[in-house]
């Protein structure tokens, strides 16, 4: 989609350059390429079918392959994709990057996900800044939204960080990840074994990975496919 064509909604991520090795195993993965718009191949996985691959990734694969920094939001009144671009391109100006410490495949609740190994101050620090400081941007969670958040089960913590932030999952309740897979509660042990070892396996050849820059994504249209619309170079 263009820039400047005002979407649904918006979202700051983690997402590896699109020419990078990380972008183009994390897209495969999940079968679909974020930047042009389009269906990859998945990997064969020993002892998983392809229709149960392509089941089992299909809700990481509308987000498109990332780790999520600012929940998806709509836009405050008065203010125009021009105008989170440019905030977003600040922000970016004032972040150091850095690698990220080993990325390894971990079971978060009911899903698979790749999250970092030892010490994650840098990344965290970069997720709270998106946070607080593009809050003023974002519209306030209707009250649809909010019930659809509290839905699934708060903590007291996490509702204040609800009301407060828009999102429950941030600042002391922030968790880096890259979603490998949408909810396997309800899968067979041997599955979920499978799945987890091949991806770490598809995973581990890469170089180290390089947190440098803020991408910026958007939902066309209500229940879209979330696109890239660009990537904001740190200390730039």
């Known amino acids: 989609m263009n820039a400047d064509t005002a979407a649904y909604r918006y979202a700051v991520y983690y997402a590896p350059r699109p020419d990078s090795a990380w972008w183009q195993a994390g897209s495969q993965w999940l079968g679909r390429c974020a ?11 020993a002892h998983v079918p392809p229709q149960a691959l392509q089941r ?15 929940a998806p939001f709509a836009l405050a009144a008065g203010v ?16 150091k990057p850095f690698d990220m410490p080993r990325l390894q495949v971990t079971r978060l609740d009911d899903f698979l996900a ?7 101050r840098a990344i965290d620090a970069v997720a709270a ?12 969670l209707s009250p649809a939204e909010l019930q659809r958040r509290r839905a699934a089960g708060l903590s007291p913590e996490e509702d ?14 922030f968790r880096f990840h890259l979603s490998l897979t949408g909810p396997l509660q309800h899968e067979a042990p041997a599955l979920v074994h499978a799945l987890q ?17 803020l991408a910026l994504f958007a939902e066309p249209t209500p229940g879209a496919d979330f696109v890239l619309v660009a990537h904001e170079e740190m200390g730039a």
């Open 80 to 95: 125009t994709p021009a105008q989170l671009r440019d905030a977003l391109r600040a922000l970016a100006r004032e972040l």
């Open 56 to 70: 089992l990734t299909a809700a990481p694969r509308r987000y498109g392959w990332h780790a999520t920094l600012k």
């Open 35 to 45: 930047a042009r718009h389009t269906l990859l191949p998945q990997p064969e996985v």
């Open 160 to 173: 204040a960080l609800l009301l407060r932030w828009g999102y429950p999952f941030v600042l002391e309740r």
């Open 129 to 140: 800044a998106c946070v607080t400081q593009l809050l003023p941007l974002a519209a306030p």
């Open 114 to 120: 790749l999250v970092p190994q030892g010490d994650h």
């Open 197 to 213: 070892h091949a991806a770490q396996q598809h995973f581990d050849p890469l170089p180290p990975c390089r947190f440098d820059t």
